[in-house]
T-cell receptor, first 111, second 112 residues
């Protein structure tokens, strides 16, 4: 069966510091991968998606970036965090392009 | 108009009650529809897909009305464990990567 991992589970970072969140999927190959952010009390916002290694599409302009160095690895990064980057970051995978399955998420607080 | 709209609730119901959630979507080209469940501070989990003919999974029944661009979820015999936020989710038609649009969610609290 497929499993998706994210780490770290929680993170507290000062404004201006860099960020690196990692997501890996097991038990499948060539998945579509997604990064979402959920701000407190708000809905899920799609940040990036990837249909293959090195292929990244951005949904919203921001100071975040994503990379997919391996088939089942998806990384979310920032060079300098803003207060507004605080939120719950979720990685998801899909094989059919329809239903998506989410990882446990990373709760980021920027102070 | 939001792409996916839900009544945010909260819905507070006693155990054993029947509760229904509604959702409307704006993109008439949408092809796939889902209900997800999100517990507090947890990731969303797929509850059920919604098919054109309607579908049932135990106490849960989902309906789709394409003409009205309307989706519903009915929960019968509510349990305490059903307390969660229910997300209406729509796949935008014609995209190869499967972009999903999430509603803001409907909060359900089931009390003893």
């Amino acid at each position: 069966s497929q499993t998706i991992h994210q780490w770290p589970a929680t993170l507290v970072q000062p404004v201006g510091s860099p960020l690196s969140l990692e997501c890996t999927v097991e038990g499948t190959s060539n998945p579509n991968l997604y990064w979402y952010r959920q701000a407190a009390g708000r809905g899920l916002q799609l940040l990036f998606y990837s249909v293959g290694i090195g292929q990244i599409s951005s949904e919203v302009p921001q100071n975040l970036s994503a990379s997919r160095p391996q088939d089942r690895q998806f990384i979310l990064s920032s060079k300098k965090l803003l207060l507004s980057d605080s939120g719950f970051y979720l990685c998801a995978w899909s094989h059919t392009g329809y239903e998506q399955y989410f990882g446990p998420g990373t709760r980021l607080t920027v102070t | 108009r939001k792409e996916v709209e839900q009544d945010p609730g909260p819905f507070n119901v006693p155990e054993g009650a029947t509760v229904a959630f509604n959702c409307t979507y704006s993109n008439s080209a949408s092809q796939s529809f889902f209900w997800y469940r999100q517990d507090c501070r947890k990731e969303p989990k797929l509850l059920m897909s919604v098919y054109s003919s309607g579908n049932e999974d135990g106490r849960f029944t989902a309906q789709l009305n394409r003409a009205s661009q309307y989706i519903s979820l009915l929960i019968r015999d509510s349990k305490l464990s059903d307390s969660a936020t229910y997300l209406c989710v729509v796949n935008a038609g014609g995209t190869s990567y499967g972009k999903l649009t999430f509603g803001q969610g409907t909060i359900l609290t089931v009390h003893p």
